[in-house]
């Protein structure tokens, strides 16, 4: 069975080229355009992986990752943050809000599938 | 004198000016050295901001120039694989053997290594939108802040506009209000210059 992901991104050129690179790696992809957008896709889904921009419209990636910690279903699902940001102290926000890993864009296909092997459970 | 702060007049061209005009119209000296004072610290936050949209630019430019620079390259090699995909194929057909067929696999590494190049540039996209939108707000910020300030520019040479003090602490206020709006609604969120991948951390 394949594994599910779900990748939020205000850009649609993000969303298509992560969702491409997780689809060489068997997930399926589902997408949102920013947090609520992504949190409305939530609904009772199976979910193996959550891949979050940060600066997004409506929602930010901090507020999502916060409303899915604080839902049971998905306290334990890895939420890697990919974003332009680099600062340490927001690093430690998107610690503090529940994220696996921080990825800085842009993202290398490959090394975004290492980190993934990482911490999705085989 | 122009209607554009960028060329606020300096403090050597007007300060002769404004204390001739100020014995004659009776302003004080403090409130004189107070407008200096402002028009000076108003023309150092536009001349930085500006500085800081064109550094903007020019990182917008590196970030593109190297976006272009890598696709062409990905769909160069791209190109010349499909065509020694078809060559190497026709010869499958004729004459299968191993050696063919590894070299179709060679192939296909080679063109999956090229669509992750390919993956990693085309996220410039991403970040020429986050830059620009950077520079938007600040645009949006400096025009506001142009508007309010450009009382202190008036069209007539030779006549310093006559603000009282409780309208030159209105304009420093602004102008605090307006440092502060830059610094942080402005704040930046793309430093990279170039498409290089970013850093990975695991919590």
């Known amino acids: 069975m394949s594994k599910t992901a779900l990748i939020v991104d205000d850009s649609a050129t993000m969303r298509e080229m992560v969702s491409y690179t997780l689809k060489q790696a068997g997930f399926e992809p589902l997408t949102g355009a920013n947090g609520q957008d992504g949190l409305d896709k939530l609904t009772g889904q199976q979910l193996d992986l959550i891949i979050t921009d940060l600066n997004m419209p409506v929602m930010d990636g901090l507020s999502f990752i916060k409303a899915v910690r604080a839902r049971d279903e998905y306290k334990f699902v890895p939420i890697l943050m990919l974003t332009t940001e680099s600062q340490v102290e927001m690093k430690a926000q998107g610690k503090a809000a529940g994220a696996t890993g921080w990825l800085v864009k842009p993202f290398n296909p490959e090394m975004l599938l290492q980190v993934i092997g990482k911490v999705v459970p085989k | ?203």
């Open chain 2, 1 to 203: 004198m122009s209607d554009n702060p960028a060329s606020l007049p300096t403090p050597e061209m007007d300060a002769a000016k404004l204390e001739a005009i100020a014995d004659y119209i009776g302003l004080t000296q403090e409130a004189l050295e107070r407008l200096q004072s402002l028009r000076d610290q108003v023309q150092v936050t536009l001349s930085d901001e500006f500085n800081v949209v064109t550094a903007d630019l020019t990182q917008l430019r590196r970030l593109l120039s190297d976006a272009a620079e890598k696709l062409s390259g990905t769909f160069r090699v791209v190109t010349a694989s499909s065509e020694d995909m078809r060559n190497t194929i026709s010869l499958v057909n004729d004459t299968p053997d191993f050696s063919v067929l590894a070299r179709i696999r060679e192939i296909a590494v080679e063109m999956t290594s090229t669509t992750g190049t390919t993956i990693q540039s085309l996220q410039f996209e991403d970040m020429a939108t986050q830059l620009l939108q950077h520079i938007d707000r600040k645009l949006a910020v400096l025009a506001r802040h142009a508007k309010d300030m450009a009382v202190l520019n008036p069209t007539t040479a030779c006549v310093p506009p006559l603000l009282r003090a409780h309208q030159l602490d209105d304009l420093f206020a602004k102008l605090e209000g307006y440092r502060d709006e830059l610094t942080i609604a402005t704040r930046k969120v793309v430093q990279q210059e170039s498409l290089e991948s970013g850093d990975i951390e695991l919590f």
